[in-house]
């Protein structure tokens, strides 16, 4: 992929590398599960990336998060294109991809697999095609919305969210009755430590495909509640009514909880041109992320290393995991050598296909680079099966439910992977 180089560190803050990177052989896009399990490997093994080049990268991806601290509003602190251009172009940074004509129509991306690919311009010309529609007409993306692409995973979610991902409203399935079978009734492999075996059992016990109905449950109710209500608390109201219905543990929630409030706390909501704060406006949409459990600093380092089987699991009732102490921290390394970047992002919207497995979920391999060592920004549209199976670098997966302006066509409700 690429050698390590000085540029990194005097990269451009925000600079974002997503770790769905190559695409897989034929044999792992086929095989894996939606039931987590070892991964693919790390990514820096993957991809034949050093240390240095993986703590470069993540050093850069912690500073990029200071763009979605909540006191921000969406884009702020965002370089224009052209400050992009002069501040990054010559250390071989991030550039904003130039603007793609609105009438030109986009090439068939390059299918492989569970996957296929194209080039960052490609996917701005299928953008302005299928998702760009804002009450029905076309827009041409702007310098802002190419800026945020640039970023690579977490800009695709970014452009088709509106908002920086805050990954509040998260909902995962974990198998507790399994998890506690495993740990009685087998035995750590030859060589394998009590950690390494109990951070394994854990992330087997976790079941991506199960996580990810339950997000597309947990929305089909708030768009349901979202019909006709001009404001929020009948908006509240239908939706603790519809969950009552249903008998959903959601229902008991407090009211001030992160679930409740998670329309309020929509910056499209609140904005003129979005919600203009009337909730049937807006729709309820999903993405996913990617990321390690071992983060809190003050665990026992093997934690950090193999995984902490307490950490991000969801709440049995109702699937939501506390995403509060998600630090963005990457795993450890437990032997000499080892490197791991700290997460990806995969974008869904409100597609409408029954079959998970048919499903399709857009994200990157690194921000865009084109003169860098990195290289340019190559924009991926995955089949669930390989979107889930993830890497060694990554033992969790979440689906977060945010809310976007129904006059957004930013999740259309049928995705046809590359371009007919």
């Known amino acids: 992929?690429?050698?390590?180089?000085?540029?990194?560190?005097?990269?451009?803050?925000?600079?974002?590398?997503?770790?769905?990177?190559?695409?897989?052989?034929?044999s792992q896009a086929a095989g894996p599960a939606p039931v987590r399990?070892?991964?693919?490997g790390s990514y820096a093994e993957t991809n034949g990336l050093t240390a240095d080049d993986i703590r470069l990268i993540n050093a850069l991806n912690e500073r990029a998060l200071d763009l979605g601290r909540p006191d921000k509003t969406p884009g702020e602190g965002l370089p224009n294109a052209s400050e992009s251009l002069r501040s990054s172009a010559a250390a071989g940074g991030r550039v904003t991809p130039p603007a793609e004509p609105l009438d030109r129509m986009p090439d068939a991306y390059r299918a492989h697999g569970g996957r296929a690919t194209t080039g960052i311009s490609n996917y701005i010309r299928k953008w302005q095609q299928v998702y760009s529609h804002r009450d029905g007409q076309a827009r041409q993306m702007t310098e802002r919305q190419r800026e945020q692409l640039s970023y690579g995973c977490v800009g695709v979610t970014w452009v088709n969210s509106g908002p920086y991902p805050?990954?509040?409203?998260?909902?995962?399935?974990?198998?507790?009755?399994?998890?506690?079978?495993?740990?009685?009734?087998?035995?750590?492999?030859?060589?394998?430590?009590?950690?390494?075996f109990e951070g394994r059992i854990a992330k087997q016990s976790f079941d991506e495909a199960k996580g990810f109905n339950r997000a597309r449950d947990v929305a089909a109710v708030m768009n349901k509640a979202l019909e006709n209500s001009r404001d929020e608390n009948t908006y509240l109201a239908n939706l603790k009514a519809e969950l009552t219905k249903k008998n959903d543990a959601l229902a008991g929630e407090d009211s001030r909880s992160t679930f409740y409030t998670a329309l309020r706390n929509t910056p499209s909501f609140r904005d003129s041109s979005g919600g203009d704060r009337d909730p049937s406006r807006m729709k309820a949409v999903i993405y996913s992320k990617h990321f390690w459990s071992g983060q809190d600093p003050w665990s026992h380092a093997d934690k950090r290393k193999y995984g902490d089987p307490d950490a991000f699991r969801p709440e049995r009732a109702t699937g939501l995991v506390d995403m509060s102490k998600d630090r963005n921290t990457s795993r450890s390394p437990a032997k000499p050598g080892e490197s791991y970047v700290n997460f990806d992002y995969g974008w869904f919207g409100d597609q409408k296909e029954a079959n998970p497995d048919n499903t399709i979920w857009t994200h990157?391999?690194?921000?865009?680079?084109?003169?860098?060592?990195?290289?340019?920004?190559?924009?991926?549209?995955?089949?669930?099966?390989?979107?889930?199976?993830?890497?060694?670098?990554?033992?969790?997966?979440?689906?977060?439910?945010?809310?976007i302006p129904k006059s957004w066509n930013t999740a259309p409700a049928r995705v046809k992977q590359g371009w007919p």
């Open 166 to 196: 805050t990954n509040k409203l998260a909902f995962a399935s974990f198998d507790e009755d399994k998890y506690k079978d495993a740990l009685e009734n087998t035995s750590p492999r030859p060589g394998e430590t009590r950690a390494e």
């Open 1 to 26: 992929m690429y050698k390590r180089s000085g540029f990194l560190a005097l990269a451009t803050a925000g600079i974002v590398l997503c770790t769905a990177g190559l695409a897989p052989s034929v």
């Open 37 to 40: 399990g070892d991964g693919k």
């Open 364 to 403: 990157a391999n690194h921000y865009h680079s084109p003169e860098g060592g990195m290289g340019p920004m190559q924009v991926y549209e995955s089949k669930f099966r390989n979107w889930s199976a993830g890497y060694t670098d990554f033992d969790r997966g979440a689906y977060v439910v945010t809310f």
